[in-house]
């Protein structure tokens, strides 16, 4: 196996935990969240949502498993905030693919192209 095929092997298997735990419509609500209102409590994640504060909670460790988030303990208090670092994996690897689509495409393109001129120059002929 050569190197570049191992790497993007490693890439995915490092990619899919988080795209997997992205891929609930709940848990990317409370990413969004985070991500928008910086860190929060499970109260204050679960003010003016109809999912129980159990449930925010599952959905906080799904998210934190994959490295997403982490909790700190303020008094009583579990406080969650985004784990940057991991959101940079994914979009390094979502870069890498938009890189890979690119290149597809203009290989097609130049394809496309060839062919097109080829056909013009065998009407001339």
Do not use: C
Not at 34 to 63: C, D, F, M, Y
């Amino acid at each position: 196996m050569s190197r570049a095929s191992e790497n993007a092997r490693h890439d995915v298997r490092e990619a899919a935990p988080i795209f997997a735990a992205l891929g609930d419509e709940t848990r990317l609500r409370l990413f969004a969240r985070l991500s928008s209102g910086g860190p929060g409590s499970i109260a204050r994640l679960s003010a003016k949502s109809q999912v129980s504060r159990q449930a925010i909670t599952k959905h906080l460790e799904v998210l934190s498993e994959a490295g997403l988030v982490r909790s700190s303990r303020r008094g009583r208090e579990r406080i969650w905030e985004l784990e940057p670092k991991r959101l940079s994996h994914a979009h390094e690897y979502l870069v890498q693919i938009e890189r890979q689509w690119d290149d597809a495409l203009d290989r097609l393109k130049s394809f496309v192209e060839g062919e097109r001129s080829r056909r013009d120059s065998s009407k001339g002929e």
